[in-house]
């Protein structure tokens, strides 16, 4: 079995195939992506619970912030403790 490297040479003659059209769609996508993150999912309750570290349950054993989800439901995540191992119930806050 022998490798051939490939070179991948920048274009130097012809046109992108990409339209118009193709690069505006993205462009627009791009700012509806940006926009649902910014204004709309900081609101959605169970996007909260995940990127909002203070509600992060605290370990009931040690008191330690850091646990990982290992499962969940719609009222509860079932956390382990990262420094103790200690496995706990979560409740979800209302969305
Ligand atoms: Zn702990």
């Not at 910014?38 to 959605?44: D, G, K, R, T, Y």
């Not at 330690?64 to 382990?80: I, Q």
């Given at each position: 079995m022998t490798e051939f490297p490939i070179h991948f040479e920048d274009r130097r003659a012809g046109q992108s195939k990409i339209s118009k059209r193709e690069i505006l769609k993205a462009m627009l996508n791009l700012l509806?992506?940006?926009?649902?993150?910014?204004?709309?999912?900081?609101?959605?309750?169970?996007?909260?619970?995940i990127v909002n570290p203070l509600a992060a349950a605290e370990c009931k054993h040690c008191?330690?912030?850091?646990?990982?989800?290992?499962?969940?439901?719609?009222?509860?995540?079932?956390?382990?403790?990262l420094h103790c191992g200690y496995q706990f119930d979560q409740k979800l806050e209302a969305a």
């Open positions: 509806r992506v940006a926009f649902r993150r910014c204004f709309v999912l900081p609101w959605s309750g169970k996007y909260r619970q008191q330690s912030l850091h646990s990982m989800e290992l499962a969940r439901n719609d009222t509860l995540t079932r956390r382990k403790c």
